[in-house]
Antibody, heavy 118, light 111 residues
Framework: EVQLVQSGAEVKKPGESLRISCKGS????????ISWVRQMPGKGLEWMGR????????NYSPSFQGHVTISADKSISTAYLQWSSLKASDTAMYYC???????????WGQGTLVTVSS | QSALTQPASVSGSPGQSITISCTGT?????????VSWYQQHPGKAPKLMIY???NRPSGVSNRFSGSKSGNTASLTISGLQAEDEADYYC???????????FGGGTKLTVL
């Protein structure tokens, strides 16, 4: 069974750094891209970027380029989403997803709620 | 990157059928057969219901079906049930700056 298990909820202050994780199991981790998707409170889904775990090649949405970093450690089947300086506007639920045909998210993690507040 | 266009809300009575539309352009929905649909219940992660326009993943009820005509894709739910009440999102492959674009979401209310 394909599973993506994300790290737990985080509460941070503006300006702090953060890394959240997404561990894949039940499949060959290096055979499928992983993407990250943001959902702000009460809003829709936004595609942030993706990574090929086999070589860590990444694509970012222009809306998120330069503000987040996506990485992966294939030795432990885990992808990461990282911020160096959080803003209040980063408060959202973040989902990782394993991609299928046409780069569509097929399998989703349970989500990580990030709250940024002073 | 503009989101795909979905109606904000649709509603139907138990047993009825409803259709949710997802309109894009020739650079996304109209150009590729990579349209997917997701169901999201409150507080839950999205769940894949339809992929590649009309294919259902294993375990998804055959009451859910997908189709496409031109730049518009559609999700039809037949025999509406109370548990179908949720938000629904479409997505498509796109040749724009990102490989995937989502619709704005549609809230389905079962009356």
């Amino acid at each position: 069974e394909v599973q993506l298990v994300q790290s737990g909820a985080e509460v941070k202050k503006p300006g702090e750094s953060l890394r959240i994780s997404c561990k894949g199991s039940g499949y060959s981790f290096t055979s499928y891209w992983i993407s990250w998707v943001r959902q702000m409170p009460g809003k829709g889904l936004e595609w942030m970027g993706r990574i090929d775990p086999s070589d860590s090649y990444t694509n970012y949405s222009p809306s998120f380029q330069g503000h987040v970093t996506i990485s992966a450690d294939k030795s432990i089947s885990t992808a990461y989403l990282q911020w160096s300086s959080l803003k209040a506007s980063d408060t959202a639920m973040y989902y990782c997803a394993r991609l299928g045909g046409g780069s569509a998210p097929y399998y989703w993690g349970q989500g990580t709620l990030v709250t940024v507040s002073s | 990157q503009s989101a795909l266009t979905q109606p904000a809300s649709v509603s139907g009575s138990p047993g009825q059928s409803i259709t949710i539309s997802c309109t894009g352009t020739s650079s996304d929905v109209g150009g590729y057969n990579y349209v997917s649909w997701y169901q999201q219940h409150p507080g839950k992660a999205p769940k894949l219901m339809i992929y590649e326009v009309s294919n259902r993943p294993s375990g998804v009820s055959n009451r859910f079906s997908g189709s496409k005509s031109g730049n518009t894709a559609s999700l039809t739910i037949s025999g509406l049930q109370a548990e179908d009440e949720a938000d629904y999102y479409c997505s498509s492959y796109t040749t724009s700056s990102t490989p995937t674009v989502f619709g704005g979401g549609t809230k389905l209310t079962v009356l």
